[in-house]
Each structure stands twice: as C-alpha cells, then as structure tokens.
C-alpha cells in the first residue's frame, strides 16, 4: 500500500525553528515528485512547492519562495519542510502529498495526513 | 498565472439529488492537467478526478468529470451521505511548476 506518513502536530513560538517530515513507503520514493500544500485555518489548499527525491530537484510557490525550505533524506525515504524563523501567520495544516510520475506535470495522487503547526506566544 | 473560480460557494443538496459544480479557468487549460479532489473535516483531501475526466483508483462511478477550454465540471450523479464535503478543482500543467486550486465548493446536506 502506497502511504505518506507525515510527524505530529507542533506547537511553537514566532521566532522559533522547525522541521516537519512525510516518509514515503510502498513505492519507489526516489521516482516521484513529493509536494507541500498548505492549509490554513478555514481555508482552501495552497501549494507551497515540491521536490523530487532521485536528485533533490526543488521548486517553489513565489508565494513560499525563501520563507520554507524543502529538503529530502532518500536513505530513509523521508522528505522535510522546515522554517528557520516561524510567524504567528505560519500557524496552518501542512500536507505532503505524491505526484506519481517524474514529471511535475502530474495531480497528486496520495496524501499524508498533514501536520498541524501552531505558532503562538 | 492561472486562476480557478469554483462556483458556486455552497450548494444545498439532499441524497439523491444530482450534484453539478462549477471550475472556471482565467485562461484556457489543457483538459489533461485538470483535478478535483474532495476533502471530508478532518481528512486530507482524496483524488477524484484526474485529466478533467478520469476516475482515480477506488472512486465510485457516481462521479464524472468533464470540460474543455476554461470550463470544466464535476457531476455526482446521485448524492450518498458521505459525498458531502468541500470539493476543489486543480490545474497541474504550469511551466515553471504551478499547482493552482480553486476556492472550493462546500457541498451540504439540505
């Protein structure tokens, strides 16, 4: 069975760091595209970027671009979405979900469950 | 950049009714780089409809898509009580890589 598993909900402060993660299992990790999609509350998807595991190729949203950075370990088949300096505004749910095709040219066919990030004082 | 308009907001509906929601393009899309998903509260969102017209794994036939151009459709034929959720449509075939979403339709138990 094809599963992203994504780490839990984090609690954090502005100003702080923070990595999330989306482990991939039952496929070739290394052979498709992994996105981000941004949820926040009450609102619709937001893609913030995507990254191919087999050579660590990244694109970003404009939106996302220098706010995020996405990051992938293919030994471990894990993928990553980190801040270096959270905002209250980043408080959202973050999806990490599968484009089944070495092309970017391609829907999302599998997702995690997301992970819940709050940022709070 | 591509903009989707999903219309309409809300659409009311009781089982067994035939649902039919809208995804306008601001320019027009290939048909074969148009998604829908649907997104239960609490879920993540679930692939419907791929290259505007056809089903992902598992979805029941009930739901159909279709469109061309900047107009593009997703019918639910007849209503079950578990199709009542928040559906967005999706284009996919930006270069550079950008993956639009409409704003979503909720689709509600009248």
């Known amino acids: 069975e094809v599963q992203l598993v994504q780490s839990g909900a984090e609690v954090k402060k502005p100003g702080e760091s923070l990595r999330i993660s989306c482990k991939g299992s039952?496929?070739?990790?290394?052979?498709?595209?992994i996105a981000w999609v941004r949820q926040m509350p009450g609102k619709g998807l937001e893609w913030v970027g995507i990254?191919?595991?087999?050579?660590?190729?990244?694109r970003y949203s404009p939106s996302f671009q220098g706010q995020v950075t996405i990051s992938v370990d293919k030994s471990i088949s894990a993928a990553y979405l980190q801040w270096s300096s959270l905002k209250a505004s980043d408080t959202a749910m973050y999806y990490c979900a599968r484009l089944p095709s070495r092309s970017y040219y391609f829907y999302m066919d599998v997702w995690g469950k997301g992970t819940t990030v709050t940022v709070s004082s | 950049e591509i903009v989707l308009t999903q219309s309409p907001g809300t659409l009311s509906l009781s089982p067994g009714e035939r649902a039919t929601l809208s995804c306008r393009a601001s320019?027009?899309?290939?048909?074969?780089?148009l998604g829908w998903y649907q997104q239960k509260p609490g879920q993540a969102p679930r692939l419907l409809i791929y290259?505007?017209?056809s089903r992902a794994t598992g979805i029941p036939d009930r739901f159909s898509g279709s469109g061309s151009g900047t107009d593009f459709t997703l019918t639910i034929s007849r209503l079950e009580p578990e199709d009542f959720a928040v559906y967005y449509c999706q284009h996919y075939g930006s270069s550079p890589p950008w993956y639009a979403f409409g704003q979503g339709t909720k689709l509600e138990i009248k």
């Open positions: 320019q027009s899309v290939s048909a074969n780089y």
């Open positions: 290259g505007a017209s």
């Open positions: 039952g496929y070739s990790f290394t052979s498709c595209w």
């Open positions: 990254i191919y595991p087999g050579d660590s190729d990244t």
